[in-house]
């Protein structure tokens, strides 16, 4: 039988310290008698059709498409502990970045700016902005006078230093690698503020994974997480990992995570899926 599929690839600023990590719960993963797991992890160009795949042994995904349409096509395996700033356990927010040279200091004083916004399915990047801002807008029309879509949390802050956008949410994990590895991608921005704590990014795997494989994964990422090894103590810290907890799909239901729905009923299909 063919190899699984797996990847890591949300925050991808330091692919030696992600192969490193994979190769760590890799073995792991082998130690808990799992089989057919592959020795690297892919970097899929469709991230969607991989998160698909029947044959889907663990990936990283965002909780907006979990919640909006991968819910009947994978299981959550839990999600990850990060120690970047703006973390808390498996919590995160998007920190509000503007220009050095903007006059506002609030996001109140952005209102008819242009906003920056990676992906119209990215919680971090899109919707944790919006929500935020509904209270500030008038009833009969929107806060920003226009939003950019980049396609992604760089080429947002690209938008922001060409003075073509005026403030953009960036993920906080998001923004601690670029701080470590492509600080001129910052240089003369600031943040004004934070989007509300949401749950993390979910690590999943897919719908036809066994029970016995779904406790397998739980327990390998655990101790993946826990383990002294040099080489793996040396990637978390790169990757800013500081754990795994197997939290349930509900975690990422928009009535208890913050993540906007579209008039189904998530909270009760993600029930359904909790193992």
Known sequence: MTLRTASLPMYDMNPAAVQAWWEGIAQALRAQGVAHVPRAASWPADLDAHWHAPRLLLSQTCGHPLATRLHDVVQVVGAFRYTAPGCSGILYRSELVVRDDAPGHRLEDFK?????????QSHSGCHALRALVAPLAAPSASFFARELESGSHRASLALLRSGRADIAA???ISLAAIRCHAPEWVAGLR???STAPSPGLPLITSAGTTLAELQALRRALASASASADP???KAREALFIDGFEAVPASTWAPSRSGLVSHGADFDQLLRERQP
């Open 231 to 233: 080489k793996l103590a």
């Open 170 to 172: 960036i993920d906080c």
């Open 191 to 193: 943040v004004i503020g």
């Open 112 to 120: 008819g700016a242009v906003a920056a916004i990676n992906d119209l």
